[in-house]
């Protein structure tokens, strides 16, 4: 069995500032309200006239993540690529940026697991690598929510909350014995997948049906979300998800030096901190600059968090997600 661990981190977001004020131009909804229930201030959305999409910005991200890691394209093996929101309904982000990348014909899979997607990503990444299948994996979370987001009042629960951005890990196999991942833990719980959902179009809800109907109250097409469910429920399985990676690895709360959680909402965010003890320097926060940027959330702010010098060498770094499907999960990291 080898090891694998991270080499390169990189992250990218669209130029675009949209803050709480820009919003109402679209929808009845103001500062107070976003700030006070989310903790959002700003979120970047991509600007129609550039060409980011969700799988240019994942090359963006890709390119800085594997320059850091000191190597170039063709060392990478592998893509995996996590997002809510491809380009195109199929194929997936992961072969869009093995050709922007102009790489060689390496595998690339697609993840559909929404905000735990990078966790899910990383997790199937170092599987590969412990099995020495592959030596360095490129993994990415990308998301341009705002090509699909309702802006109107209608749609303002949901549509306040997303931010556009990506991010991108390099997984590579290491020699170092107790370094890298310790563990992941991935669960589901699909009977609440209409909780939050795009439900079309797909197959069950497919384009000419939508058409046909022409029915100005249908909001299939959509995403949808109920807030306070998604949100009890988020409490308890980010919880969960953290103590199963401790315990795996015999650690306490008190072994953390950073947990990262997924950028759903502040308010999650510090209802874990609160459970587990930890202090403001130990949870990394950047929602209030790019709102739930889903797939990308977390790999966006492990990176920032890196750049910013809060992670050191041998830091106990923990990752938790949890999101649509319901899904959820953790990566427990000695860095
Ligand atoms: N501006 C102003 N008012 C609003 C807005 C808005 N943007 N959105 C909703 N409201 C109103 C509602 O209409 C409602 O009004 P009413 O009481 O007159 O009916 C009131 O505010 C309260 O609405 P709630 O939806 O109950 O607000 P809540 O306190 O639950 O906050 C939120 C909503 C922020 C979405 C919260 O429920 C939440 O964060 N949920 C969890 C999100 C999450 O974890 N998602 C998982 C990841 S996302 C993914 O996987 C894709």
Redesign the pocket.
Known sequence: MYNSKITGLGYYVPENVVTNDDLTQWM???DE??QE??GIKERRWIDPKTDDNTSSMGAKAARIAIERAGLTKDDIDFIVFAT?SPDMYFPGGGVRVQDMLDMPTIGALDVRN??SGFIYSLSVADQFIKTGMYKNILVIGSENHSGGLERSTRG??VT??FGDGAGAAVLSRSEENGKGILSSHLHSEGKHAKE?ALEGPATGRWVPEIIQENDPNDVSYYPH?N??F??KH?VVRFSEAIVEGLQTNNLQATDIDMLIPHQ??LR?SQFVQKKFGLSDSQVHNNIMKYG?T?AASVIIALTEAWELGKIKDNDLVVLAA???GFTWGSVIIRW
């Open positions: 009845d909804t103001n309200w976003i229930r989310t809510l929404q905000c303002r629960g306040v909350i939050l979300m807030g306070q998604v949100f988020a759903a909402n999650i739930n889903t949890f999101g649509s």
